[in-house]
């Protein structure tokens, strides 16, 4: 079986602010607003202080993926992330899982198994 073991997740939700017009978005960011879309209708979450937000910002401005994010969509997911913790050699998802999460590990580490 394939899987992904973590000890950190960091779940991502879209926030409500307002978006630029997609034609000014290139693919990959018209794809990442999709995604934060779907992920926003899930709802629910505790609010953020604005120290936690600046914290997170820092991180999340140094992983590439969320670098070539805009400011705003960074912030947005700063703000309503949530955070889960795994244990050692847990199983947190599995080849052909729908993918409603993407996970940015805080520490600790993960194996990919194919």
Same mark, same amino acid.
Request: with cysteine; glycine share 6%.
């Given at each position: 079986p394939h899987?992904?073991?973590?000890? +950190? *997740? /960091?779940?991502?939700?879209? =926030?409500? !602010? ?11 960011? @018209? ?6 879309q779907t ?12 120290l936690e937000? +600046? *914290? /997170?910002?820092?991180?999340? =401005?140094? !992983? ?11 912030? @947005? ?22 993918? +409603? ?5 805080? =520490? ?7």
């Amino acid at each position: 079986p394939h899987r992904v073991l973590a000890n +950190d *997740e /960091l779940r991502a939700y879209k =926030s409500s !602010v307002a978006k630029p017009p997609a034609e000014k978005l290139n693919a990959s960011q @018209a794809v990442t607003e999709r995604v934060f879309q779907t992920l926003a209708r899930q709802g629910g979450h505790k609010a953020r202080s604005t120290l936690e937000v +600046d *914290e /997170l910002m820092q991180f999340v =401005s140094q !992983v590439h993926p969320l670098k070539q994010l805009g400011e705003r969509v960074r912030r @947005a997911l700063c703000e309503l992330a949530t955070s889960r913790v795994f244990e050692s050699g847990q199983v947190i998802c599995r080849r052909g899982d729908y993918a +409603d999460t993407f996970f940015v590990i805080l =520490s600790g580490s993960v194996q990919v198994y194919l």
